[in-house]
Each structure stands twice: as structure tokens, then as C-alpha cells.
């Protein structure tokens, strides 16, 4: 590669929530390591730059935010992405203007996730390739097609009907019109507006997705034939891009702890770095967990409980029973984690990332997801790779969860669901190797960015 194409800058626009940020910048590491200059435009909130020093030799630029964080708590998760699109495409093209005005002619291309839609207006008008990225599954990809198609009063009526709940959608099995993500995600007609917009490619010329090949072909084959703009499934990005960096300063104090386990005794306790849970609800996994008599590692995320602030906001019965069987903490090195010799399973919120990372350590998963893809995400766990099973309903009791854990930890089903787990996490470590498929779908994306 001669120096002139060394510097040839790729502009990165992540939406500013981690779930998306966090691959986003992978990408950007797996594009670095390929001789590309990374620029990541982002909001004020996007809790980027605060950890840039994870991110050497990346320019981040923040441009001024169209939308305060406030207002994403009082219009929910998709009606202020509607709004941020609406009223992000000025400043928007005023950065490209001014990186074009300092860089001169060396963008080669804007990578933006595909929720972050306005970007192609600005990269249409200063004539410059654009691409999608999702940071979701493929099938995930799929489902908004479905979804961007359907009327919402039509689709609100059918869905009352048990039998239509059950209907695979068509062309499309396993994918049933119940697992299309719709739960917990405001007013129907919002999503499917949202969906509309995302699914419209307008002029990108390709679409990345962090999937591998061998979870998710008939989504990718489906997809091709869909939107008929190349696509690209270099994932999981978290083994692509080394080494991973975590935007958040974890805890590794739990290694320590880890390391003074049983092998494959332990059971990891997460949900993500969004999702709400009521104080009952804690309080019935923590005796679940405490009684299935296996050891336990639990994040307990600051804010995703009100009104808890540690172990110690536990009944003191609760909390000595806690430290005893388990080890509780903030933030955790999940991939770390996952990877240790002592972990056996996942209990997990199922986004995306999460399932990626469990599968690349080849470690069966216990899912309770709460709205939106993880419950898709969750279905495929379950009916199609078979390495997991959904503890379901609006709340769980502590039989319940002590049951999962026994289910997956100690019974012979759990074994094979740990047996079927680990082939699919030597798939995905093939994937990522010379002449895999992640592997050969990076490289071409490669190519396909030096000529644009």
C-alpha cells in the first residue's frame, strides 16, 4: 500500500448509546489495522472521546447535539432517533464541510449505523460513499424489512389473534410474526416509521454487518437478495479488532475471584447496560441464585435498580446470603469473563454484542430478554442454535431461576446445549482466520473501500 492510500480517512458515525458505539469503534480498529485513518464523529453523550486513549491515532469530532440527553428520557428510545434524524443533517454536513475544508480530498468514505439515516443526505452532497452499518443481528435486519412493510392498526389487531401470533413469516422460517421485535418499544406506528427510514438504503453503496456466515446464513442470503447492495458479515468485531477495548473502566477485582473456582461451576449474571429492573424482581434472582447452590458472578449495573446502592441495599439475610455463595460488582471484564475456565453459563439480557461474545467463548446461555431484538435474539438461542433456553413471562420467581440455573448448570440438557456451544465457537474463531468467512468478507470490504 503506497502512502497515499495509507492516509485515506474513513469517517465513523456511531449512534450514541455503548450497545452501538462499542462495535462501531472495533470496526474502526479492524479498518486502522488495514492502513485507514479513523475519524468518529459524535454527540456530547456519546461517552467516546472520555475514553479515547483506548483508541490511539483516532481523530474524534463532536458535533453540536440536535437533541439533549433529557429528552431521549422523555421521548423513549425511538421516538427521539425520529427526531435526532430530523434535526441532525445540518450540523452534520457543516463537519463534513469543515473535515473536507482540513483533509482536503482524503475521505474515502462515511460508515454510519444504520439508525443514524441523515448521514446519506450529507454524504450525497458533498458526493462522497457512504455505508450502512448494523451493529445487530442480520435477522434483526430482516425483521425491520418485515416490519417497514406492515400497517400498525392491521398489525395491532392481527396480533391479537393467537394464531396469527404463531405464523412464520413468509419466505422467512423460523421467524415467526410473535418474534418480530415490537415489545417494549412505544407506539407501534413510531417503530414502524423508524423501521421505514432505516430500511430505505438510499445511495449507500454496501451494508456491514457484525454477524458471522454460520449463524445467521439464511438472514444474510435473504438480505442479499433484498436490498441487492453488497453485503459484508465481518463479525463478531470483538475478535476481529484486537485487541477489543471496552469504552467503560471495568472491574477486574472478579478475576481474583474467578480464579478460585471450580471449572464450569459458575454462573455469570448480566444484563446489559440499558435495561430496568424492579427491586422485587432483583430480590427473587438473588435468592434463585443463592439456592440453586452454585457460585455466581452478578453485575449489578449503577442505576439499573432504584433505589439500590450495593450489595449492602440488600435484607441483611439476603446480602450475607449473597456474599457468601456469590461475588457482586458494577462492571465486569465480560469477555474476560466469559472466557474463564470457570464460567459455565450466561444468564443474559440477550443484545447482540452478549450473544456474540458467549458464543465466541462457547458458553451456553439462560435468556431473559425485555424488549425489542433480544427477544428475537433470544428465540434463536433457544429454537435454532439450541445453546440456551428463555426464562419467560413479566416477572420470575426464585423457584424459577433456581430451576434455569440447575437446568443449565447441572442437568445432562445443559450439557448439550455446552457441547453445541462449543462447536459454534470454533465456527467463529475459523471465521475470523485466513480464508474464513468474516476473514474473506473484511478483506473485501477492504478492497471495496480503497476504490470507491
Known sequence: MDQMEAKRRIVLVPIPAQGHVTPMLQLGKALQSKGFSITVVEGHFNQVRSSS???????????????SESELQR?????????????????????????LLQQGSDIACIIYDEFMYFCGAAAKEFNLPSV????????NYVSRYVLSKLNADKFSIDMEDPEMQEQVVEDFS?????????????????????????????????????????????????LEQEIEIPM????????????????????????EWLNKQKPKS???????????????EVLEIAWGLCNSNQPFLWVIRPGSIPGFNGIKSFPQEVSKMVSDRGY????????????????????????WNSILESIAEGVPMICRPFHGEQKLNAMYVESVWRIGFQVEGSKVDREEVERAVKRL???????????????????????????????????????????M
Not at 428510545?77 to 463534513?96: V, Y
Not at 460488582?329 to 450466561?346: D, M, N, S, T, Y
Open 132 to 139: 450502512i452499518f448494523s451493529t445487530e443481528s442480520a435477522t
Open 409 to 451: 448448570m447441572v442437568d445432562e440438557e445443559g450439557a448439550g446445549m455446552e457441547e453445541r456451544a462449543l462447536v459454534l465457537k470454533e465456527k467463529l474463531k475459523a471465521s475470523v482466520k485466513s480464508g474464513g468467512t468474516s476473514y474473506n468478507a473484511l478483506d473485501e470490504l477492504v478492497k471495496s473501500l480503497k476504490t
Open 232 to 255: 459484508y458479515p465481518i463479525g463478531p468485531l470483538h475478535m476481529t479488532a484486537s485487541p477489543p477495548s471496552s469504552l467503560l473502566e471495568d472491574d477486574r477485582s472478579c478475576i
Open 328 to 351: 457482586v460488582l458494577k462492571r465486569a471484564p465480560q469477555i474476560e469473563v466469559l472466557g474463564h475456565p470457570a464460567v459455565g453459563g450466561f444468564w443474559s439480557h440477550c443484545g
Open 53 to 67: 486513549q483506548h483508541f490511539p491515532g483516532f481523530h474524534f469530532v463532536t458535533i453540536k447535539e440536535s437533541l
Open 266 to 280: 459458575v454462573i455469570y449474571v448480566s444484563v446489559g447496560t440499558v435495561v430496568q429492573m424492579e427491586t422485587k
Open 75 to 99: 421521548l423513549g428510545g425511538i421516538e427521539f432517533m425520529i427526531n435526532l434524524n430530523k434535526t441532525s443533517e445540518t450540523s452534520f454536513k457543516d463537519c463534513i464541510a469543515q473535515l
Open 174 to 222: 423460523p421467524l415467526r410474526y410473535k418474534d418480530l421485535p415490537t415489545s417494549g418499544l412505544g407506539p407501534l406506528e413510531d417503530l414502524f416509521e423508524l423501521c421505514r427510514e432505516v430500511s430505505n438504503k438510499r445511495t449507500a453503496c454496501a451494508a456491514i454487518i457484525n454477524t458471522v456466515s454460520c449463524l445467521e446464513s439464511s438472514s444474510l442470503s435473504w
